[in-house]
């Protein structure tokens, strides 16, 4: 597959991601993985990225201390070669 081909799944990858968490406030979007499943046909691109926690409505300093540090967080969408679509999602750990 062709460098462009593969720059296809993950710019697919990134939008399904800014549009499933269009409300939310991601940052420092990443490539982590990709990799083709040779048994089905799919891709396999896995996006990191960080989240911040909003602090809930009564919150005392502790926890406005600890939501203002980001969270990691790791996500796998599946993508069908042939269609270019994303198929699904899964949460993947660190």
């Known amino acids: 597959m062709e460098q462009i081909e593969l720059k296809k799944m ?5 939008h399904f991601l800014d549009n499933l968490y269009d409300q939310e ?11 083709r499943s ?3 046909g799919r891709w396999l ?5 960080d989240i911040y926690f909003s602090p809930p409505p009564s ?6 201390l600890s939501t203002q540090k980001p969270q990691r967080i ?3 969408i599946e993508i069908d070669e042939e269609t270019g679509k994303a198929l699904a999602m899964k949460m ?3």
């Open 38 to 40: 040779e048994d089905s």
């Open 74 to 76: 790791y996500k796998t």
């Open 59 to 64: 919150f005392s300093i502790t926890d406005l």
């Open 45 to 49: 691109v896995t996006l990191g990225f």
């Open 25 to 35: 406030n991601l940052r420092n979007v990443m490539l982590e993985e990709i990799e």
């Open 10 to 14: 993950v710019n697919t990858a990134i």
């Open 92 to 94: 993947r750990t660190g």
